[in-house]
Nanobody, 113 residues
Framework: QVQLVESGGGLVQAGGSLRLSCAGS????????MGWYRQAPGKQRELVAF???????LYADSVKDRFTISRDNAKNTVYLQMNSLKPEDTADYYC???????WGQGTQVTVSS
């Protein structure tokens, strides 16, 4: 059974940093692209960052130069380093694997002004 578990969310002041982690089990981690998505209250879930098997990355325009996605295949973990956080980054953040398509349960990030 494939499982993704996020951690690292919390409350932070604007301008601060957080690092989210997503640990996978039951999955060949090195064989799948991984993404971070977020969903703010009343809004649709949106892609924040993606990292391919080969390490190619892409980011939403709103987080470019502030967020960094990385992966450690040996640890079956993908990370999202979030710097210079803004109140508009407040959302539930979800980890997603492409193959098989699987969502984590989410971790809440709240940025106070």
């Amino acid at each position: 059974q494939v499982q993704l578990v996020e951690s690292g969310g919390g409350l932070v002041q604007a301008g601060g940093s957080l690092r989210l982690s997503c640990a996978g089990s039951g999955i060949i981690f090195s064989s799948t692209g991984m993404g971070w998505y977020r969903q703010a209250p009343g809004k649709q879930r949106e892609l924040v960052a993606f990292i391919s098997v080969g390490g190619f990355t892409l980011y939403a325009d709103s987080v470019k130069d502030r967020f960094t996605i990385s992966r450690d295949n040996a640890k079956n973990t993908v990370y999202l380093q979030m710097n210079s956080l803004k109140p508009e980054d407040t959302a539930d953040y979800y980890c997603h694997s492409r193959c098989p398509p699987t969502w984590g349960q989410g971790t809440q990030v709240t940025v106070s002004s």
